[in-house]
Each structure stands twice: as C-alpha cells, then as structure tokens.
C-alpha cells in the first residue's frame, strides 16, 4: 500500500526524485473494478488517470496529482499453453514473481533486465530492456495486450489482429489505456553461466565486436577517472547449478551493496573523494562465476538508491561516444562515482522503442542519490543527442515533444493511435503532455 499523510494521500518513486499528491489511489481487483474507475472517476469526473507499478520509473511517468491506481492486485498467470511456450499473465506481475510461476511451468522468458521488481506491464510500457545484441526488450516478447481505453472499453489485441495499435501499446507510457493482461511468448526454462571479471577499459572497447557477437549476454561497466572496467558475460549452459551461495553473498550483498553504499555516503559527504572511490571500486570488482536458471541470474539486487539517465544510440556510435564522455569528465571533473553501464539491444518495430529500427548501443549514467547530478546529466545528455539519442521512457531526460517527434519517426502515428484510444486525455498527466504536445 502507498504512504499516507494526514489530509491527502502521499507518493515518492524508489528513488525519490518524483513525488506526487493524488487525491485518490485505487487497487483494482478485477478488470470490472478497472472499468469502473476509468467511467466513474476518472471519464465522469474529468480527472486524469495515471497507473503506476513498481515506481521504479526515475522520470513522472506514473506521477498522479488526481487519480492514481495500482496494479498490485493484479498478479500471477491467468493461462499456459505449454504447447505453443505462451502464457498470459495479469499486467500487474512483478517480474520476480512471473520468473517462479513461469518457471514452474518449465517456462521462462527470453531475456530480462538487471532489475525485477517492476511489474510486466510498466517493464513493457517504458521499454525496459536487458543486454544482448541478437534479443529485444520485454515489449518484444508480447504477442497480446488487453487494456482499458479511455472510454472504459476493455479491447485486445496482437499484431495480427490490429497491428497499428499492438505497435503502440508495446511501449505506449501508459497512455493508450490501462493494460490488464499481457500474453507472452516464452521459451522452455534455461541455466545461464555467469561471469563477472576486470578488464582494461580500453582493451574492452578494443575487443568489443568479439564480446558482443561470442557472448548471449554482454554488458561492461566502466568506473570515471578509472583504468579498470567490469565485464559481464551471461551464456547457456548445460552445467550443473553450483551452490556457492557465501561467495555470492560476499559479491552482492556486501561488497556491491553494503560497502558500495558506505562509500557513496562518504562521497555525498566529501564529494572531492568521487575520483578516488571510483578508482577504489574499479579494483574491487568481484572476479565469480555462477550458474542458475535464467530468471535468477539476470537480476542484481540494488539496495543503494540513485538517479539515474540511461540512452538509446546506435550500435556503432559506442565507442565513439564513451570517448567523448571520458574527455568531458576528464575537463569538468564531475563529483562521481557510479559506474556507467553500458549494454547492446536487437533492433525492433515498436514505434515508441528507443531500439526502433536499429541495432542499439545503451549507455546508462548514476548518480547516488542526494549529490548534485543535473550538471553531469546535462553534459552526458548533449553528447548523447549529437549521436542520435533516443531516452528511455523510465529514465531522467529533458526531451520535449518538439524534439522527441524528430527522433522517432512513427511518432505522428502514434500520436493518431492516442487520440483514437483515450479522446478525451484521461491518461495524460502534466508530464506526458510535455512529452507528446508540441506548440502550434
């Protein structure tokens, strides 16, 4: 449940750079339920309506100062059709959640993020994605979206059936309706070896063609004003699961968690020692491997709080790009310390997908929460846009709609679709009209 205060109803996003007074919160339990808050408080009322999942979105893309409902009643797998490796599950799902039950099935998705607290439909709407140059984001792995439009209508649809509108709802900010169920193609359950190691930073980006295609799963995270990067591989594998749970706790709970955090307060406190720790964190990277199945190695617990802005490029601009970024810390001295994640995702035909039509590069910057970020965000975001950026839709940016129509070239498309699915505007917040009105 969401925090109350003394007169109105209170909400923060995991981070806590987003927070909102809706003067209503709904936890729906039926699709009827959800109906009935689209007709009779929000259509009825005039209010508009925002849905919000794990509020672990970074930007106000849940945010509600009048009507905000959760998904949270809404959880587990509706139907499995073990023949065809497809199930549908209801929109609210946390992610953890539906990797057991698909697994239980024999079932698991085809890739996943590093994070698995969201909910499938807020994972898909925002264009979470994982790493993997030959995989997509989640929204990639739907075949069938049933939703709440903006007149109350519950309405499915797939690719066959309707393929403009499934191309928007794939990653649509929760703004074409109220997703309630999702149908997903999965595949029969997988381990995957896990290996983590240090590398020169720039024999990585030497070696980076080989680590790309030679791996399922291939992400690196290079630390500011340090030599020394992380690399990260994921592949099947047949082996057995190990169970050196100690070392894995020693890995991921104390050093990546617990001391990573003691640090980042030490450099909120003295933000001149960011360089030094950044270098300390580099040489402590853990050097382990693991195995277990898919959907619980993807996942890295985060227990240390930042912002952060994360941006699609293309494939070939990733080299280029952390050298611009490199040189730009090296002149400004930016106060931090967070690595910079960098990962490869398939391209796709979702309109709203920063993957759209082409392979892409995605280069994510942190923040630790509480210092001083928009400087070094801003100097990041400038570099970003001159290779063709697209943003995430769940991170921080300062993308208007007069500058997103020019990145995405379905975007016109999509904001027909808009119209026809919610006429009267009941799922756009102040945000999202800064996002999708452009000035006459």
Not at 200 to 208: F, H, M, P, Y
Request: glycine share 6%; aromatic share 10%; charged share 20%.
């Amino acid at each position: 449940m969401f925090p109350m205060t003394a007169n109105r109803n209170s909400w923060t996003n995991w981070s806590g750079s987003v927070t909102a007074a809706p003067e209503l919160i709904r936890h729906p339990k039926t699709i009827d339920e959800v109906v009935a808050i689209v007709r009779h408080e929000s259509l009825k009322k005039g209010k508009y309506l925002r849905v919000v999942g794990s509020a672990h979105s970074f930007t106000a893309v849940a945010a509600s100062d009048q009507v905000l409902v959760s998904l949270d009643e809404l959880q587990g797998v509706v139907s499995v059709n073990a023949d065809e490796q497809t199930a549908v599950v209801w929109a609210g799902t946390k992610l953890k959640r539906l990797g057991e039950l698909l697994h239980e099935e024999g079932l698991a998705q085809e890739n996943l993020g590093d994070i698995d607290v969201q909910s499938i439909a807020g994972a898909i709407s925002t264009g979470t994605h994982g790493s993997g140059l030959r995989l997509g984001s989640i929204a990639t792995q739907v075949i069938g979206i049933t939703v709440v439009n903006g007149l109350g209508e519950v309405m499915e649809y797939t690719l066959q059936s309707h393929p403009a509108v499934f191309r928007a709802l794939q990653v649509s900010l929760g703004t074409l309706g109220i997703i309630v169920q999702v149908k997903l193609r999965l595949r029969s359950s997988y381990v995957l070896s896990y290996e983590s190691k240090r590398m020169a930073l720039t024999d990585c980006l030497t070696q980076l063609p080989n680590l790309v295609e030679d791996n399922r799963h291939f992400e690196f995270f290079w630390f500011p004003y340090a030599e020394t990067c992380q690399v990260k591989l994921m592949n099947e594998t047949d082996a057995p699961i190990p169970t050196n749970k100690w070392i894995e706790y020693v890995n991921e709970k104390l050093i990546e968690n617990t001391l990573f955090g003691l640090l980042s307060g030490l450099c909120k406190m003295i933000p001149t020692a960011s360089a030094a720790i950044s270098r300390l964190s580099a040489s402590s990277v853990p050097v382990a491997t693991k195995a277990n199945y898919s959907h619980r190695i993807f996942a890295t617990e985060r227990t240390v709080r930042f912002y952060e802005m994360e941006y699609s490029l293309p494939k070939e601009a990733m080299t280029s790009v952390i050298r611009e970024m490199r040189e730009a810390m090296e002149r400004e001295r930016f106060h931090v310390h967070f690595p910079i994640e960098c990962r490869y995702v398939a391209a796709d035909e979702i309109w709203l997908s920063p993957a759209y039509g082409r392979d892409s590069a995605y280069i994510a910057v942190h923040m630790y929460k509480g210092m001083p970020y928009k400087r070094y965000f801003e100097v990041m975001e400038q570099i970003f846009l001159r290779y063709e950026g697209r943003p995430h839709w769940g991170k921080m940016h300062t993308l208007k709609a007069a500058n997103l129509i020019k990145r995405y070239p379905m975007w016109q498309e999509f904001a027909e679709i808009r119209k026809q699915m919610d006429p009267h505007d009941l799922f756009m917040s102040p945000y999202l009209r800064e996002l999708f009105t452009t000035q006459n």
